[in-house]
């Protein structure tokens, strides 16, 4: 059976393991796609090439940096890559005119078990939710955004201490493997496409730094899945003095108290924790604005903060 020729879009580290994976099966992929080259480094003087930009060229795959999807120019190189099969994997939103473009059609790996936690950032809302299961799953591209017909789902348990970093590390990996079974399905031609139950759908908006404000009124367990679920990045804060402070890993400790919300308790050694309702979160891992993280130990030599201070 002749394999499909693939034109291959995405842009981060991400979405290298799903192109190195096609490569390695022996897939023709023609053309890749992805973000144009910005400037930045120190001083912004350095050319930053995307992380998949860079797995094409290694391999002599042609690259195509679009600005503009609509643009004539870009869809006549992109037609004459005479693609049978377009994949996408963490890249933008694209028009009609291109995911309708080959004949096999254009499908999207998103990490999450589809319809729930639809939009930009699946896997930190999955943790922030406390969900203890969460996956990837393959569909069609279709005109409103994640709600194509499923082809594959993969599930990936979250554990109680996992962060937003762990979950990513591990689902870009298995997400690759689903991603060539997907190309293997569509290939066989003897595939079931599964729609979408809307009634089902969850958000998971783009994460913008007011969202990662961290109210210290709620439930030990909700701050804790908060805290991990924007961890590494781009992390939760909150504010010592007025100056912002990330928090970056903590653990949950469940106990009655009578302490206001935010309040601190620490030994000025290696302990120090934050009141929330029915316990304290433990924090195992920070980072003042200026510095580097660091963990809790080399904060507190040099903090100089109290028990009974309060955050905010």
């Given at each position: 059976?002749?394999?499909?020729?693939?034109?291959?879009?995405?842009?981060?580290?991400?979405?290298?393991?799903?192109?190195?994976?096609?490569i390695a099966a022996?897939?023709?992929?023609?053309?890749?796609?992805?973000?144009?080259?910005?400037?930045?480094?120190?001083?912004?003087?350095?050319?930053?090439?995307?992380?998949?930009?860079?797995?094409?060229?290694?391999?002599?795959?042609?690259?195509?940096?679009?600005?503009?999807?609509?643009?004539?120019?870009?869809?006549?190189?992109?037609?004459?890559?005479?693609?049978?099969?377009q994949i996408v994997v963490a890249f933008r939103m694209l028009p009609a005119v291109v995911w309708d473009m080959p004949k096999m059609g254009t499908f999207n790996l998103h990490g999450s078990l589809l319809p729930k936690y639809r939009g930009a950032a699946p896997i930190n809302w999955a943790v922030i939710k406390g969900e203890k299961e969460t996956?990837?799953?393959?569909?069609?591209?279709?005109?409103?955004?994640?709600?194509?017909?499923?082809l594959l789902r993969h599930r990936i348990p979250v554990g109680p201490n996992d962060t937003a970093g762990v979950v990513h590390d591990r689902m870009m990996l298995e997400g690759a493997e689903l991603v060539l079974d997907t190309v293997k399905l569509i290939q066989s031609g003897n595939y079931e496409l599964q729609a979408q139950d809307d009634s089902l759908a969850t958000p998971a908006p783009k994460i913008?730094?007011?969202?990662?404000?961290?109210?210290w009124d709620q439930p030990v367990q909700?701050?804790?899945?908060?805290?991990?679920?924007?961890?590494?990045?781009?992390?939760?804060?909150?504010?010592?003095?007025?100056?912002?402070?990330?928090?970056?890993?903590?653990a949950a400790e469940k106990t009655e108290h009578d302490k206001v919300p935010g309040t601190v308790v620490c030994d000025g050694k290696d302990v120090l924790k934050v009141a929330c309702k029915g316990g304290y979160l433990s924090i195992l891992e920070l980072q003042v604005a200026g510095r580097k993280r660091m963990d809790v130990k080399t904060f507190l030599l040099g903090s100089g903060i109290e028990s009974g201070t309060v955050l905010a």
């Open positions: 059976m002749e394999k499909p020729r693939i034109v291959f879009m995405g842009t981060p580290d991400f979405a290298v393991p799903s192109l190195e994976i096609l022996g897939y023709p992929v023609v053309g890749v796609i992805t973000a144009t080259d910005k400037m930045g480094g120190r001083g912004g003087k350095q050319l930053l090439e995307s992380a998949v930009k860079k797995c094409a060229v290694k391999h002599g795959i042609p690259v195509l940096q679009p600005q503009k999807f609509r643009n004539e120019e870009f869809l006549a190189e992109l037609r004459a890559l005479k693609a049978d099969l996956g990837c799953t393959t569909f069609f591209l279709t005109h409103e955004i994640d709600t194509g017909d499923v913008h730094r007011d969202t990662c404000r961290i109210d909700t701050v804790h899945d908060f805290v991990r679920g924007l961890s590494p990045w781009p992390a939760s804060w909150t504010t010592l003095d007025g100056a912002t402070l990330k928090i970056i890993r903590g």
